[in-house]
C-alpha cells in the first residue's frame, strides 16, 4: 500500500476509502457488551496532538516532565479514589495485562507472608477468556467454579473449592458486575469466603461504567483490580488499540505495586519487576481518561454510571416481548448491560445469533458481542453516550428483525433464502440486473422508512468464517520472489 499510494493525496484517499468500509461510532450506536463503546470526546483526545505531550520519549529526564507528572500523579490518584483503594499503577497496557500485574503482586504478596505454596486461582465459568489466560502467565493454576442457572456464582461450588485448596488458594478472580450484566447479589460473602480461606481478591474491572461513584471494589471486599481506561474512561479503542489497564490496589498491596528502573533505581525489596518497557505504560492516551473525569467531576461520573445503567434496563424493556433477556436480578432488572438469548430461534426458524448480527448491518447498526459469554447469545451495551432517539432506532432494528423471523417462523419467507441467511447486502448485489431472492430489493436494503435518511452499505457480503479459520493464506512470499 506504501507503494501504491505515493503522494499525499492519493494515501489521503486511500485512508477516506477504508474508513468508508467501516460501520464506526462516527455512524451509530455498537452496541458491543462488555466493550463500553462510549463517546471519545473530541476535547479529550485533542491534547494528543499537543507538541508538549506528543513528542516527549518515555525516558526524557524526571526534571523535565513535570507537567507530565503533575497530570499522572493526579489521575492515579482519581483512580484509586474511584475504585476505593490505596494505590495505582499506570504501567500495565491493556486489561489483560493488569491481571497479570495484579496476579504478580498478589503472588508477591503470598510470597511475602512465606506461602509460596498459594498458587490456586478460581475463576468462575462466566469469566472473560483474559483471566484464566492471565492466572497461566502468573504462574498460577486454575479452578474454575460453577455457576447457577441464574448466571450467578454457585456459592456451594465456591465454598467446596476455596475449602478443598485452603492451603493453596491464590486468589479469586471475580468480575463485577459480572458478564452476565448482573450485580450479582453475593459479591461481598464471596469476597469474605475468599479472605476466610487465606486467598487474595482480584476483580476485573472491565465492568466499571457499571460502578463508578455508586459503588467500588473496595466496598464489596476487593483487593486489587485493573481498570480498562479504554472502556470505562472513553479511551478509544477497537481494531486492537491502543489500551490502557492501570491497576489499583488496597494498602496491604500498595508495596509490591510494579517498579520502573527508570523511575526507581533502587527498587524496594517488595515491588514486583516492571510489567511494561515504558514507565507509565501508553502516557499520551492517559490524558484522555484525565480529561475525562475532570471534565464530567464526580457528578457527572456518578450520572454517567446511572445513564448507563438506564439505557440497558431501556432496551430491555423495549424489547421485552419479543427477546428474553437470559440473566436478571431479582428486581427484574440489568447492570449496564443484557444477553438477550437468541437460541430458540434455530429451533423455530434456522436462524443464529450471526444471522442477526449480520442483518444488523442493513439497519446500519455494529452488531452486538455474538457468543460471549453465552454461546449463541447475544450481548448488548448501550453506554450513556447514546440518547433515547438511538436507543429506539436500535431497538426498532431488532424489533423488525424479529418480525422478520417470525416471516420464516410462519413459513411466509424461505428457511435457506431470507433475509437474514443471506445479510449483509452490498449495494452491488441490491443494484445488480441479476436478483435471485425470493424477497424485494426494497425489503432487503431498506426494511424500516428512517433508513432512507441513515443507511450504511456494507462493503462485501457475507464472509465465510469456517472458510477463512481453515484455509491458512500465508502472506510470507516464497524464496524464488527474492531472485528477481
Ligand atoms: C475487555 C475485557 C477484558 C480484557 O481487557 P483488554 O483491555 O481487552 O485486555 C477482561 N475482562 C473482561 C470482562 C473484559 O470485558
Redesign the pocket.
Known amino acids: 500500500m506504501f507503494n501504491t499510494h505515493r503522494s499525499e493525496t492519493q494515501l489521503l484517499r486511500y485512508i477516506k476509502q477504508l474508513e468508508n468500509k467501516d460501520l464506526s461510532l462516527a455512524f451509530g450506536m455498537i452496541p458491543l457488551g462488555?466493550?463500553t463503546m462510549k463517546l471519545n470526546a473530541t476535547t479529550q483526545l485533542m491534547p494528543l496532538s499537543f507538541a508538549n505531550f506528543a513528542h516527549l520519549h518515555p525516558f526524557t529526564p524526571l526534571s523535565q516532565t513535570g507537567g507530565y507528572q503533575a497530570i499522572l500523579k493526579q489521575l492515579s490518584l482519581d483512580l484509586a479514589n474511584i475504585t476505593g483503594f490505596d494505590a495505582c499503577s499506570l504501567q500495565p497496557n491493556?486489561?489483560?495485562?493488569g491481571?497479570y500485574a495484579g496476579l504478580m503482586v498478589i503472588r508477591a504478596y503470598h510470597l511475602s507472608n512465606n506461602q509460596p505454596q498459594r498458587r490456586i486461582a478460581l475463576i468462575p465459568q462466566s469469566a472473560?477468556g483474559?483471566?484464566p489466560a492471565s492466572a497461566v502467565m502468573a504462574g498460577m493454576e486454575v479452578v474454575v467454579v460453577k455457576c447457577d442457572e441464574n448466571g450467578n456464582i454457585d456459592i456451594t461450588d465456591l465454598q467446596q473449592k476455596a475449602q478443598t485448596h485452603a492451603d493453596t488458594l491464590a486468589c479469586l478472580m471475580v468480575?463485577y458486575p459480572s458478564?452476565h450484566g448482573v450485580f450479582e447479589e453475593a459479591i461481598t460473602d464471596i469476597c469474605q469466603t475468599i479472605h476466610q480461606y487465606g486467598g487474595q481478591v482480584y476483580m476485573?474491572g472491565?465492568?466499571m461504567n457499571a460502578q463508578v461513584g455508586l459503588t467500588n471494589p473496595a466496598t464489596i471486599g476487593a483487593d486489587v483490580c485493573h481498570l480498562?481506561l479504554?472502556?470505562t474512561f472513553a479511551i478509544p479503542h477497537g481494531g486492537g488499540g491502543p489500551?490502557m489497564?492501570p491497576i489499583c490496589v488496597a494498602k496491604h498491596l500498595t508495596p509490591f505495586l510494579p517498579t520502573h528502573a527508570y523511575l526507581n533505581p533502587q527498587a524496594n525489596s517488595q515491588a514486583i519487576s516492571a510489567v511494561s518497557a515504558a514507565p507509565y505504560g501508553s502516557a499520551s492516551i492517559l490524558l484522555i481518561s484525565y480529561a475525562y473525569i475532570k471534565l464530567l467531576g464526580s457528578e457527572g461520573l456518578t450520572q454517567a454510571t446511572k445513564i448507563a445503567i438506564l439505557n440497558a434496563n431501556y432496551i430491555k424493556k423495549r424489547l421485552e416481548t419479543e427477546y428474553q433477556t437470559l440473566y436478571v436480578g431479582k428486581n427484574g432488572r440489568v447492570a449496564h448491560e443484557l444477553i438477550i438469548d437468541v437460541r430458540p430461534f434455530k429451533q423455530s426458524a434456522g436462524i443464529e445469533a450471526e444471522d442477526i448480527a449480520k442483518r444488523l448491518i442493513d439497519y446500519g447498526f455494529h452488531a452486538p458481542t455474538v457468543s460471549f459469554p453465552v454461546a449463541g447469545t447475544l450481548m448488548i451495551e448501550p453506554t450513556e453516550s447514546e440518547d433515547l432517539d438511538e436507543l429506539d432506532r436500535f431497538c426498532n432494528a431488532l424489533l423488525s428483525i424479529r418480525h422478520e423471523i417470525r416471516e420464516i417462523e410462519l413459513g411466509i419467507a424461505y428457511t435457506a433464502d431470507n433475509v437474514l441467511k443471506n445479510a449483509p447486502h452490498p449495494i452491488n448485489e441490491i443494484t445488480a440486473d441479476y436478483w435471485p431472492h425470493s424477497y424485494s430489493r426494497q425489503k432487503a436494503a431498506y426494511p424500516l422508512p428512517a433508513l432512507y435518511k441513515h443507511k450504511f452499505w456494507a462493503s462485501v457480503a457475507r464472509v465465510n468464517n469456517t472458510t477463512g479459520d481453515r484455509n491458512l493464506i500465508c502472506t510470507c512470499p516464497p524464496i524464488e520472489m527474492y531472485e528477481a
Not at 94 to 97: H, I, K, M, P, Y
Open positions: 462488555s466493550c491493556s486489561g489483560a495485562q491481571e472473560h483474559t483471566n468480575t458478564t476485573d472491565a465492568n480498562n479504554h472502556k489500551g489497564g
